[in-house]
């Protein structure tokens, strides 16, 4: 069955810290594995990985795929308030369908 | 313009009741979804119409029925509302397709249909 395991589950920092979010994943002929970020309502797009060792970069936010030890973390840097929102980690799997599975999501708060 | 767009957004209903939730993508995509979120936040999906044929139909008890009558639109009916099925209803779509991945697999979401059943 797949898997999608995401850490921390909650996380609350100081703006300027960095935070690094974890995302362990067994996913059934594996594909990609994207990144979304939820605020109030409906989660946004942020990352699409697929190969190895690559880092992806957007401002602050950047993330990386590690397919043999099957994980990717996310990395922000400098944290404001406005990154306080739940992080969700979704694997592609075997399907042409587009299925996502997602992880429970990390919860980051930053304070002031 | 909204690329995808559900209604209602809340819906509160008493047990037993039966609802429906509608969705619509202006974004051309071939392969559209619901997913349900629950209290803790998990994201789970429930099905996936691929241009109005259902592809995916995950563990969902059968008083859930989504239609799909043309690819851009997917609705949710509910019959018999129960309390647990209190949650946020979110539709989405892509462009992955049947006819060979060619595709991100990144889902687009529509703002979510809360529903509270009392």
């Known amino acids: 069955e797949d898997k999608v395991v995401q850490s921390p589950l909650s996380l609350v920092v100081h703006e300027g810290d960095t935070v690094t979010l974890n995302c362990s994943y067994e996913?059934?002929?594996?594909?990609?594995l994207l990144w979304y970020k939820q605020e109030k309502k409906a989660p946004t797009f942020l990352f699409m990985l697929?190969?190895?060792?690559i880092e992806k970069k957007s401002g602050r936010l950047s993330s990386i795929l590690d397919k043999k030890e099957l994980f990717s973390i996310l990395n922000i840097t400098a944290t404001q308030t406005g990154d306080s929102a739940i992080y969700l980690c979704?694997?592609?799997?075997?399907?042409?369908?587009?299925?996502?599975?997602f992880g429970q999501g990390t919860t980051l708060q930053v304070k002031p | 313009d909204t690329a995808v767009s559900q209604t209602p957004k809340y819906l509160v209903t008493q047990m037993g009741n039966d609802k429906s939730i509608k969705c619509e993508q202006n974004?051309?995509?071939?392969?559209m979804y619901w997913y349900k979120q629950d209290s803790k936040k998990f994201l789970k999906i429930m099905f996936s119409?691929?241009?109005?044929?259902?592809?995916i139909n995950e563990t969902v008890p059968n008083r859930f029925s989504p239609k799909s009558p043309d690819k851009a639109h997917l609705n949710l009916h509910i019959n018999s509302l129960e309390l647990g099925d209190s949650a946020v209803y979110f539709c989405?779509?892509?462009?992955?397709?049947?006819?060979?991945?060619?595709?991100?697999?990144?889902?687009?979401f529509g703002e979510g249909s809360r529903l509270t059943v009392l």
């Open positions: 989405a779509s892509s462009q992955a397709g049947l006819a060979g991945f060619r595709v991100t697999g990144e889902l687009f």
């Open positions: 996913v059934t002929n594996f594909r990609s």
């Open positions: 697929t190969s190895s060792g």
């Open positions: 979704a694997p592609h799997g075997s399907s042409n369908t587009g299925k996502l599975i």
């Open positions: 974004l051309g995509h071939d392969t």
């Open positions: 119409y691929n241009n109005k044929e259902l592809i």
